[in-house]
């Protein structure tokens, strides 16, 4: 199998893809909006004529990994190829943590306690910062390889991590990341994600772009297709809120999972696609999602667990 490295590119130019866009089209009147630079969102309560604005525009020249903190509903991390920036204002203002070429955040995962440690995964790197992003240094470990594109943290146990090395496969840390063991179960080569929920042991989701969404209900010993309804067969980032509800974004769109991936609703996000998502654990309504359009990161925010979408007033 040809190395994802290529498709993880492909996430920042989904929105710059000419010809016939594969996702539906939203009408004469909302089509008319999209030219002005606005999304017309029609979901549940909200009105037709709603406008969801983006919360913020990102600028860099991919969108990988998004997360909160633990205890802080304000706290966010956005990951990208030449590294790591943050928001302390619920996602409506970012700044850089760090801007250093190829320091590729393909994943990241913050533990909770006075000082949040910050661990990160990507392309030939995995370094962690014991003080919230403000010092980094690599991690000892005896992974076979470093080209990790899935990582994931336990809910309940901060030292449980998981992550999906390319080449060979998926692997489990009691340890905070030191010693590591291989789970048993095959996945896609082209995992590009991974997310846990609490419980012993955790469910887990791993994302491919090839083949849509795989679920573990024992903690990464076997793995059954979590894709029905999905309604697509690339699944570009997955979620939890730690319990029941999944996120998976795809090239057509935001998706929810209120059963662990056994049922599917599509969002009405007002992106094309959503090539970042993020759960806060303190608040399990509160969604972030990123989407690709012209090039640029368009950030939206839901407070009501993706019903309706749009700037927030945090």
Known sequence: MATPRGRVRSRAAL?????????????????????AGAYILNAGSRSADAVARPLATLSTSDFHALTFGPNDPGALYFGHHNGIMQSIDGGRTWRALVDRRNFDAMGLAVSGGASASVYLAGHDIFQVSPDGGASWQPLVHNLPGTDIHGFAMSPDDPMRLFAFVVGHGAFSSPDGGQSWEQLAGPLPGDVMGMTATAGS?????????GSGLWRSADGGTTWTSASNGLGSGSVLSVATDGRESVYAGTESGLYRSADRGSSWTRLAFPGENAVAVAVSPVQPNLVLAIAVKDRKGLVFRSDDGGSTWGGGAY
């Open 201 to 209: 042991p955790p469910t887990l989701y791993a994302a491919s772009m």
């Open 15 to 35: 929105g710059s893809r000419s010809g016939t866009p594969r996702w539906l089209p939203l009408g004469l009147a909302a089509a008319a909006l999209l030219a």
